[in-house]
């Protein structure tokens, strides 16, 4: 097959938010289409009118656009084979049921709603599980089981009615799968699905089959959920004599313990996001948070991705999107389910993180210091973000680990003062504050030179005056290389600060 002929597709329902399994698929399908220079189509599948929520199509589309994935054909891009959208599409549909009747593959069903339910109940009396089936069909209402002038009639007098695949009677359906290999299924296990609804609307099946035929879609990579759909898509090409996409099914995401499916409880309950973008439930209003708005970067955030289910075969962990194009194999996708590990996820942000420039990541701060009522210069933050981004996972962390280059102590960490803020201290300080006024010039190097040999030929402690000093520079004993704060902060201000803490704290007794 040449390259161009590589056609793959992202079909989501737009029934909510798209999750971040969801996004891997999209992902996958992207990098697959990239890497062999096919084409990646985004098409909608509506055609469960009950399940429709407003905006999840666009939502798809914003994160796509935030994951730097795109598409090259599709919903609100056009292309050669749309609408791409299948309540759009609705008049094509009837048609490909109706030669599946005329072949004898599928046939008319009357059974009203109650008549279904009655017999559900009569199965369940006798603790057993009523299927449409080829051991059910001739007692049900439809087109095999009653006479073709009855079933003229009812047609004929506009009675509601499905379409049903029939299913055919213990045929072993061979399939292949390019992630799991030979897949079998006896068809005695399977059910007659309804591909057409009195609604006038095709099933997700039909719809699906007829489209990916239209398309020219190549491959199908999706998720595992549609694993058990395979062998009635499978015998749908081959009933309409169509030839067969090549079949991918990719692992599940997996709950952090490996228990189940990967679900917004999950996140919720543990504390991530399982959606990519912020989405607000329109019926509810309920928020559900995302990884954008919780300060992910999209390049983290779909390397993370691409990692779940899948490996390069060797050690390496951090991808570009380029770089994934180039590495992805399909072949090499998992079979069993990838667990969703949220440390890993803040792992891969802290590593983006440090690879930007500190003057990207000066820019990025920079609203966030506006919004604390700060105005500070820009070479200033730049080397504030220097000495702090090794200790951040998110932009919003630098402000937690650098607020003190910005503002002075408006409290004392009480566990250090109980413990470092010494009977010694006071006067230890008062003197360190007389060296450090005299020192010139005020850099990192030279205060650490002469503030540690006064240290040593006073014989105090190193971790005791070092301890105290920090205590009352930044208000707790955290932050970089104390002689690189003073040097930032300046010696007025540094002078100021120890004279305020000295004042605070006290003399101990
Ligand atoms: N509409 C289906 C979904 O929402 C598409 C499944 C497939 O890719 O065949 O996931």
């Known amino acids: 097959m040449s390259n161009q002929n590589i056609r793959v597709r992202f079909a989501p329902s737009p029934t909510g938010p798209l999750h971040i399994g969801g996004v891997r698929t999209a992902l996958y399908n992207f990098l697959f289409a990239r890497q062999h220079g096919g084409k990646f189509i985004l098409r909608i599948e509506d055609t469960d009118q009950t ?38 599409r609705k008049e094509i549909y009837k048609q490909y049921a109706q030669q599946l009747i005329n072949s004898g593959n599928a046939y ?7 008549a279904l339910a009655s017999k559900r109940t009569e199965f369940e009396a006798e603790k057993r599980t009523f299927t449409y089936d080829a051991a059910e069909r001739l007692n049900m209402s439809n087109s095999l089981s009653l006479p073709k002038e009855e079933v003229d009639k009812l047609l004929s007098d506009g009675v509601p009615y499905v379409i049903r695949y029939k299913m055919p009677e213990n045929e072993v359906v061979v399939m292949n799968d390019l992630i799991r ?3 079998e299924v006896n ?8 591909l057409f609804k009195s609604d006038g609307m095709p099933t997700y099946h039909l719809a699906n089959i007829v489209d990916d035929h239209l398309m020219k879609i190549s491959h199908v990579i999706r998720g595992e959920e549609w694993l058990p759909s395979l062998p009635l898509h499978v015998l749908l090409y081959r009933a309409f004599g169509w030839e067969e996409p090549q079949f991918a099914h990719l692992p599940l ?67 570009s999107m380029e770089e994934l194009i180039e590495a992805f194999r399909i072949e090499r996708v998992n079979k069993s389910g990838a667990k969703f590990d949220a440390e890993k996820a803040k792992w891969f942000n802290h590593q ?16 966030l210091l506006l919004e604390k009522g700060i105005l500070a210069d820009k ?25 003190f280059f910005f503002t002075r102590p408006d409290s004392y960490d009480a566990k250090a003062v109980k413990k470092r803020w010494k009977t010694a201290s006071y006067d230890q300080m008062t003197e360190l504050k007389d060296i450090l006024a005299n020192i010139e010039p005020f850099t990192s190097d030279h205060t650490e030179e002469v503030v540690k040999k006064w240290i040593e030929e006073k014989e105090y402690g190193m971790g ?23 040097a930032m902060l300046g010696q007025e201000e540094t002078l100021e600060r120890i004279a305020l803490g000295l004042q605070e704290l006290g003399r101990k007794e």
Request: glycine letters at 10%.
């Open 379 to 403: 070479e200033f933050v730049v080397k504030v973000v220097d000495l702090v981004k090794e200790r951040a996972t998110f932009v919003a962390d630098l402000w937690d680990q650098s607020s």
């Open 464 to 486: 005791a005056v070092m301890n105290a000093f920090r205590l009352l520079v930044v208000g707790a004993l955290k932050g970089p290389h104390l002689f690189d704060i003073i």
């Open 181 to 183: 290999g030979k897949v």
């Open 51 to 88: 399940r429709f929520v407003a905006g999840a199509r666009d939502y798809i589309i914003e994160s796509f656009k935030w994951c730097g994935i795109e598409f090259d054909e599709g919903v609100t891009k056009g292309g050669d084979y749309g609408p791409y959208t299948q309540s759009e």
């Open 253 to 319: 995401l997996l709950k952090p313990d490996g228990h189940g499916k990967l679900s917004k409880r999950d996140g919720d309950r543990l504390g991530f996001p399982v959606f990519p973008l912020q989405w607000k439930d329109p019926k509810t209003g309920e928020l559900s948070r995302g990884y954008r708005e919780d300060g992910y970067f999209p390049e983290a955030f779909v390397n993370m991705l691409a990692l779940l289910g899948w490996n390069p075969g060797d050690e390496r962990e951090l991808f």
């Open 352 to 367: 983006y993180l440090i690879k930007k420039t500190n003057e990207e990541l000066a820019d990025a701060f920079t609203p």
């Open 108 to 114: 008319y069903a009357f059974d009203t709603p109650e």
């Open 187 to 194: 068809t005695s296990v399977l059910d007659d699905k309804i």
